[in-house]
C-alpha cells in the first residue's frame, strides 16, 4: 500500500469541494459495476477543466501517487476499482458538449458527457449517435472510449474505436495530446487515438472526444425468432443480411428470458418455450423491406433453423421485444452472476459455441449457465449463476477453473477473452489466452513511453515489470 498522498497538497491544485476524502465517496467512486471489493481510495478528486487534470498528473508524478481515471463506473472488469489507497479522478464533473458541426456531422464533448445525452443531442439535431448499450444512461464516453465499448448495433455502426474523430487525452507525464482533430483523412504516421481507446486508463486520461456520428435511422422493424438449437444461426444471419438491411442480431437463451419475465412480471413474447431466441433488427423504410423479411422467416421455419416468430407492429413493439434483450443483465444482477463476455469471429461461432457448450455442460452441472449476447459480431455473455447453497467462494474458485477451459477453446478459435467489457482487474490473469507475450512486452513499451512513473490505473490490464508480484 503506497503511503498516503499528502492530500493538503493536493486540495490547493483545484477549488475547494472537489477533493472528497469522505467515507461514502470513497466507498462510491472507488468501485464500478463488477463489484469488486477493495480498500478505499485515499481520496476522489474531481476536475472540472483540463488544466486541472494536467495539475492532478502532474501532483501524482511529482509524489508518486497513483491514479485511477473514473467515469460512469458502469465496467464489468474493475478497470475503474481502487484496490490500493489510489486517487480516484473522477471526470463525471467534465461533462460538457462543446461544439457540433452539421457538416462534418461531428460532436465534441468532454470526457464525462454521459452517453444517452450524447445520443439525445444528436438526434435533437437530426442526426445519431448510435452505440448504444443497457447501461447508456450513466455510462460517460470517456469510460466508453477507454474500454473501446461496443454495444447493441455493432454490426451495423462498429465499436466507440469507429466514432472516435478526435481525443484530446492527457498522458501520465501530463502532456496533453490532441489527437487526429476530426479529420477523416490523416496519414501523417501513427494513428495515436487507437493506442488510447481500450487502453482502460492506463496510458492516459481521457479529456475530450469528437465523435463522428451517423444519419438518423429510417424506421425499424424487429422481430424476435424462436430458436431450437445454435448449429443453424449463421444460417439465420446470412439469410437476414442477404435480405435486409441488418442493424441488430442479438442471441438470449430461455432461462435468461425466464429471469426478465420475472423480474419485470412480463408475458411470454411467443406461445412455446424455445431453448434460444434471436432479436433481429433491420431498416424498414418500406413494406417492402418487412415482406423480405417475412420471407426469411418463412424461409428459416420451413428449414428449421426457427420455430416460430413475431414481428414488431409498430415502434412501442419494437421497444417491447429489445426490453426482452436488454433487462437481462440488470434481471440477474441481485443473484451476482458469474460473467464472461467472449468473442470470436463470426465464420467460427457454431463450431466455437457447440464446443463452449461442452465444457459449460460438463463443469456447471447444477448451475443455471445464461446465453446471450451480440452474436451478429461474434461475442457472447456466458452468465453463471451460483447454485443455491453453494459456498461463494467455492463457488468463484470453480468458475475460474472453468474459465480456463472456456478460454482454451477461445483461444483455439483466435478469440478475445474479453469482447467489450475489458479487462481490468477480472480478466487480466487471462489476457495471455488472447495476447501474445511479445504483444504484451509491446503494450509494457508503450505504456513505459506514456506512464513512465506507472502512476496510472496500475494493477489493471497488466503488470508492468516494477509491479509484477516478485
Ligand atoms: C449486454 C451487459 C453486461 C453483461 O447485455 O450486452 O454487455 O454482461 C452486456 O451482462
Ligand atoms: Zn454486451
Known sequence: MPSPPPLDRLAALL???????????????????????????????????????????????????????????????????ASAGEVVVSLARLDRVLDFDPVDRTVRVEAGAVTRGVQEFAAARGLCFPIDFASSGSSQIGGNIATNAGGLKVIRHGTMRDRVAGLKVV???????DLNRGLVKNATG?????????????????????????APPPPRGVLLLAVPALPHLLDLLCAFRAA???????????????????ARRLERPLAAVSPFYALVEFDRPDGAAEDAALAVVERAVAAGW???AVVAQDEADCRRLWLLRESIAESIAPEDPHKNDISVTVSRLPAFLAEVERVVRASYPDAPVLWYGHVGDGNLHLNVLRPEG??????????????????????????????????????????????SAAEIAA??????????????????????AEEEPT
Open 15 to 81: 477549488p475547494p469541494g472537489r477533493v472528497l476524502t469522505d467515507a461514502e465517496s470513497l466507498a462510491a467512486f472507488g468501485r464500478d459495476w463488477s463489484e469488486i471489493h477493495l480498500p478505499p481510495p485515499a481520496a476522489v478528486v474531481l476536475p472540472r477543466a483540463v488544466a486541472e487534470v494536467a495539475a492532478v498528473v502532474r501532483f501524482a508524478n511529482e509524489h508518486r501517487v497513483p491514479l485511477v481515471p473514473s467515469g460512469g463506473r458502469t465496467g464489468m472488469s474493475g478497470g475503474a476499482v
Open 171 to 177: 498522458t501520465g507525464r501530463g502532456d496533453l495530446l
Open 190 to 214: 501513427y494513428d495515436l487515438r487507437h493506442l488510447f481507446i481500450g487502453s482502460e486508463g492506463t496510458l492516459g486520461l481521457i479529456v475530450e472526444a469528437t465523435l463522428r456520428l451517423t
Open 244 to 262: 435486409v438491411a441488418l442493424s441488430a442480431f442479438e442471441l438470449f437463451c430461455d432461462t435468461s428470458l425466464r429471469h426478465v419475465l420475472a
Open 306 to 308: 426457427a420455430s416460430d
Open 390 to 435: 453453494l459456498d461463494p467462494a467455492e463457488f468463484a474458485r470453480r468458475c475460474r477453473e472453468v474459465d480456463e477451459r472456456v478460454f482454451e477453446v477461445v483461444a483455439a478459435h483466435g478469440g478475445s477473452v474479453s469482447a467489450e467489457h475489458g479487462v481490468g482487474l477480472l480478466k487480466k490473469d487471462y489476457l495471455g489466452y488472447s495476447r
Open 443 to 464: 503494450m509494457r513499451g508503450i505504456k513505459a513511453v506514456f506512464d513512465p512513473n506507472g502512476i496510472l490505473n496500475p494493477g489493471k490490464l497488466f503488470d508492468t
